[in-house]
């Protein structure tokens, strides 16, 4: 090719590389922001976002914000309980990132079962109040949120799959079993057969407005147990 026309080639495709839109650059997971997923343009997004920039601009006392709060998580899984902690650490996560995005002060899941043995953990879920406070006070904890999801699972032989019927429960406390706030999401129905990650995908789904109202709750109506 003469080398007229190679520079002219080659200009020319710098000139259509320029012209090309630039590309969006990919969004990571990032810092945690609520709602920001939220589409702007729809009223009932924009009346659910109003609704939890209220509730976390509840003020908060410095004294709250540096109580310690254990999370701890069960499944009630067609009237069976499952607390085994290291089953549901992405869900605890869900909640434990947006608490301390919040400026709340939790427990790793790790500094909790170094210091609180399963079967008490079991026997907290179980309604046991002696078990309750015997494991805020190894962990020194000032305040509990305890969350239960609740799934009923039933066989779909047409599609072959479960039908899985779920809600979840989370009610915070003071040390000494005082309530202090509770929060619901209810009646999600999936089908699958992973029931772990479909109760995952629900935690993840609700838990801005689950924080969002605990927050609130505990800044407002969260004295000292």
């Keep these: 090719m003469p080398l007229r026309l190679h520079l002219f080639a080659i200009c020319h495709l710098l000139l259509i590389i320029m012209l090309l839109p630039a590309a969006s650059p990919a969004h990571g997971a990032g810092d945690f922001k609520f709602s920001e997923h939220e589409n702007d343009t729809d009223p009932e997004a924009q009346a659910r976002k109003a609704r939890l920039q209220a509730q976390l601009d509840t003020p908060c006392k410095a004294r709250l914000k540096q109580q310690k709060i254990m999370v701890l998580l069960a499944e009630n899984r067609n009237g069976i309980i499952h607390a085994n902690q290291g089953h549901y650490n992405l869900h605890i996560n ?10 709340l002060k939790t427990y790793t899941q790790e500094q909790i079962r170094a210091q609180v043995a399963q079967a008490e953990i079991d026997a907290h879920f179980k309604n046991d109040p002696d078990a309750a406070l015997g494991a805020a006070k190894r962990l020194a904890a000032n305040y509990v949120l305890r969350g239960v999801i609740d799934t009923r699972v039933a066989a779909n032989r047409v ?3 479960n039908q899985i019927n779920i809600n979840m429960a989370f009610s915070l406390a003071g040390a000494n079993g005082k309530l202090i706030s509770q929060a619901e999401a209810n009646n999600a129905s999936y089908a699958g057969n992973d029931i772990t990650g479909m109760a995952l995908t629900l935690v ?3 838990a801005d407005e689950v924080v969002a109202k605990l927050y609130a709750d505990y800044c407002s109506q969260g004295k000292k147990p």
């Design 204 to 206: 993840r789904e609700n």
């Design 159 to 161: 599609a072959n799959l």
């Design 94 to 103: 869900a909640i434990n990132d947006r608490l301390k995005a919040l400026g």
